[in-house]
């Protein structure tokens, strides 16, 4: 099921060439069946220097390029590839979940939506529209703004309708799927949310234990 957009705009989008900064493979997946269901030409572009570390970086590109390499999409690699430096210098000491995402939005869309005029193109968008996980309404409001400053169109679409479809897609093709979102301190995050629900599970296992030895 596809978001349903007005009909106008449908016709007028049908001849344009978007630029779509692509955070990853799976959340891809999704996104292009919409563009090429439409005939909507997609140009990918692939901007993460949030990805760490290097190991898992390499990865996400590999499953990236069997995506790509599925659906026949020209893509732009971004260079220097891996900007550990970079957005670390960025991030500053805004490490913390509430600050250091929206840095990172900014950072990667900026260079998409400028990337995107210096090439040419009719609209930028972006895969992060269709992650459940990511912060939607910012990134919407973060590109809007982009779209202003360099004077170009941004593509919007709520893609998160099709989250389960694309992780189905994901599984089938054996897409690599990554268990978090990209930088280090995402990757810290994931195994302390696991570490606090195996306490609070332990804890609750006590406290039963307990009560039916009262
Ligand atoms: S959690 Fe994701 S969006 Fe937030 S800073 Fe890390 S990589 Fe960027």
Redesign the pocket.
């Known amino acids: 099921m596809y978001a349903i957009a007005p009909l106008d705009f449908l016709i007028n989008i049908c001849s344009m060439d978007v630029f779509l900064h692509i955070c990853c493979g799976p959340c891809a997946l999704y996104p292009l069946e919409v563009f090429k269901e439409r005939g909507i030409r997609v140009t990918g572009f692939f901007y993460n220097p949030?990805i760490h570390p290097y190991m898992e970086f390499e990865r996400r590109v590999k499953a990236l390029e069997e995506v790509v390499a599925l659906n026949r999409v020209d893509i732009v690699w971004a260079t220097p590839a891996y900007g550990l430096r970079k957005w670390l210098s960025l991030i500053g000491d805004k490490s913390s979940?509430e600050t250091?995402?929206p840095i990172?939005?900014e950072m990667r869309m900026d260079e998409t939506a400028k990337e995107a005029k210096k090439r040419g193109f009719d609209l930028f968008s972006t895969t992060l529209l269709y992650s459940k996980y990511?912060r939607h309404e910012l990134i919407r409001k973060i590109c809007e703004a982009k779209a202003r400053k360099y004077g170009i169109d941004f593509y919007y679409e709520d893609f998160r309708v099709g989250w389960k479809t694309g992780i189905e897609k994901a599984v089938d093709l054996g897409i690599y799927r990554q268990p978090y979102?990209?930088?280090i301190?995402?990757e810290q995050e994931r195994y302390l949310k696991r570490l606090k629900r195996l306490e609070s599970n332990m804890k609750e296992k006590e406290v039963q234990g307990s009560e039916s030895h009262a």
């Open positions: 949030n979940y250091r995402c990172c939005y990511q979102c990209g930088c301190f995402s």
